[in-house]
């Protein structure tokens, strides 16, 4: 926790210098221009350039994600001013980092031959990661350019969708043949010079790169030289096949500790691997897709994008809002005159409905998480609403009870306090079921059960809390 606080307060001094260096750069420059003098041209030249330098020297140290971070973290004209200072050869690596919304405003900002160029530096797996949202003729370009395995490559990982083991996999792997010797692979090794980021493991594969199983890094330590591969070699390695769902992948690298893992085609033929960091930023874009779902948003944001764009993110769901909103508005309606004599229950309304709506969402967020696990199916659905709806009721008597006695001293209506008791419970109850319900459903018709979810939720127990409350009122208080 301690490291992680240190890394945000880092990210933030170098978000702050930077920010400071602009409006620095900015400023004297403004200055220079008010200034009527000889040779004002060359002194605004030599400003310019010691400030610009100073700049650049600061992005150079940063790592391609710490100026990633601060590129998301600009408005419009502040980003594409910091990216004319980023180093071309790192533009490409700095691309991948961004988020997919910051990076349509990025490459559009460069030419073709920039981005050719910022393609060329990354490795085909990377390349994958880029590629849609390069323009046709750029990434036809980029094709052309590519050897045949390696075109052969990217076309294979562009077929696959992003949600599926194929899109993840790098082919930076390292494989030996099992009737060799401890010190041969070694030396195999040491030729090599380097191995690939998060190796901690070798595919051992036949003559036609079949994969026969994996050499972890530590068994070669620990064991005599003279050994052969196939004698300390594991074969019961956990698989992966490119059509697999890369959440599934996700949960058996966190399940089994996996750092890197094989992937092999239908003929168990080895085809690439999967990496732990590549796993990790599937899982955190994930997250942040869900979390940005379950707001009713459709896709990720740019956090300073223009003003038409956000709106065209955003009015679907606030669409659904109104029509809710005003279904809600018309149950009210209906007890108009119940509201007159009891001035009351115009307090005390939004206070069942919104207690139900946070019953709700609470349900639901639960729900989701086990769907995204994997722990709920068929078997165990009546148990999960059983223990939902013991928790909704528990709740509901118990806040219900709190409301209703601070509704009677209040008041002075004991007839209150008790409708106002048996509407809570009644909500909470319905919040239960609509909780455990709408997920379910949202799956069973092939829809993302994350996706606007709260907005659902909250529109069911707001509309079913006024006409449980009120139309209780009218029974027993009228």
């Given at each position: 926790m301690a490291e992680t606080q240190e890394s945000k307060e880092s990210l933030q001094e170098n978000l702050q210098q930077v920010i400071s260096l602009l409006n620095k750069h900015r400023l004297v420059e403004g200055l220079v221009h008010k200034q009527d003098m000889p040779k004002q041209h060359l002194l605004e030249t030599l400003v310019h350039k010691q400030n610009l330098a100073e700049l650049q020297k600061k992005l150079d140290a940063l790592h391609p994600a710490d100026v990633a971070y601060i590129l998301e973290s600009l408005p419009l004209e502040q980003r594409l001013d910091i990216w004319e200072l980023v180093k071309a050869e790192r533009?490409?690596?700095?691309?991948?980092?961004?988020?997919?919304?910051?990076?349509?405003?990025?490459?559009?900002?460069?030419?073709?031959?920039?981005?050719?160029?910022?393609?060329?530096?990354?490795?085909?797996?990377?390349?994958?990661?880029?590629?849609?949202?390069?323009?046709?003729?750029?990434?036809?370009?980029?094709?052309?350019?590519?050897?045949?395995?390696?075109?052969?490559?990217?076309?294979?990982?562009?077929?696959?969708?992003d949600d599926a083991v194929g899109a993840l996999m790098d082919f930076d792997i390292v494989t030996i043949r099992e009737d060799i010797t401890l010190e041969v692979a070694l030396r195999y090794l040491r030729r090599l010079g380097g191995l690939p980021d998060h190796t901690d493991k070798l595919f051992v594969v036949d003559r036609y790169g079949?994969?026969?199983?994996?050499?972890?890094?530590?068994?070669?330590?620990?064991?005599?030289l003279d050994a052969e591969v196939v004698d300390i070699m594991a074969d019961d390695a956990v698989v992966f096949h490119p059509e697999d769902k890369a959440d599934e992948?996700?949960?058996?690298?966190?399940?089994?500790?996996?750092?890197?893992?094989?992937?092999?085609?239908?003929?168990?033929?080895?085809?690439?691997?999967?990496?732990?960091?590549?796993?990790?930023?599937?899982?955190?874009?994930?997250?942040?897709?869900?979390?940005?779902?379950?707001?009713?948003?459709?896709?990720?944001?740019?956090?300073?994008?223009?003003?038409?764009?956000?709106?065209?993110?955003?009015?679907?769901?606030?669409?659904?809002?109104?029509?809710?909103?005003?279904?809600?508005s018309r149950v009210i309606g209906l007890f108009e005159g119940s509201i007159e004599k009891i001035v009351a229950l115009a307090a005390l309304m939004p206070i069942v409905a919104g207690i139900g709506g946070n019953s709700g969402n609470q349900t639901t967020t639960m729900i989701v998480r086990g769907l995204a696990l994997g722990q709920i199916a068929s078997y165990n659905m009546k148990s999960l609403l059983l223990k939902e709806l013991g928790v909704g009721l528990m709740n509901g008597l118990l806040w219900g009870s709190v409301l209703g006695v601070l509704a009677y001293f209040l008041y002075h209506n004991w007839a209150l306090g008790a409708v106002m008791t048996a509407a809570m419970t009644l909500n909470l109850l319905l919040a239960a079921i609509m909780g455990v319900m709408i997920p379910l459903v949202m799956t069973?018709?092939?829809?993302?059960?994350?996706?606007?979810?709260?907005?659902?939720?909250?529109a069911v127990t707001d509309s079913g809390g006024f006409f449980i409350f009120l139309g209780l009122a009218s029974i027993f208080l009228i």
């Open positions: 533009d490409g690596e700095i691309l991948l980092e961004v988020s997919d919304a910051v990076r349509q405003t990025l490459i559009a900002d460069m030419d073709s031959d920039e981005l050719l160029a910022a393609a060329e530096q990354l490795d085909t797996d990377e390349l994958a990661d880029l590629a849609p949202d390069l323009p046709k003729d750029v990434l036809q370009d980029l094709l052309d350019s590519l050897d045949i395995q390696n075109r052969e490559r990217l076309q294979s990982a562009l077929g696959y969708t079949i994969l026969q199983g994996v050499l972890p890094l530590k068994r070669m330590v620990v064991n005599d992948a996700a949960k058996a690298f966190e399940r089994y500790d996996l750092v890197t893992a094989p992937v092999v085609d239908s003929n168990n033929k080895l085809v690439g691997r999967l990496t732990v960091d590549t796993v990790m930023d599937f899982i955190r874009e994930e997250a942040e897709s869900d979390m940005l779902s379950m707001a009713g948003l459709r896709e990720e944001e740019d956090l300073f994008s223009s003003v038409w764009k956000s709106v065209q993110n955003r009015w679907t769901w606030l669409a659904i809002n109104l029509v809710t909103a005003f279904i809600a069973k018709s092939g829809r993302d059960p994350a996706v606007g979810s709260s907005v659902l939720i909250t």
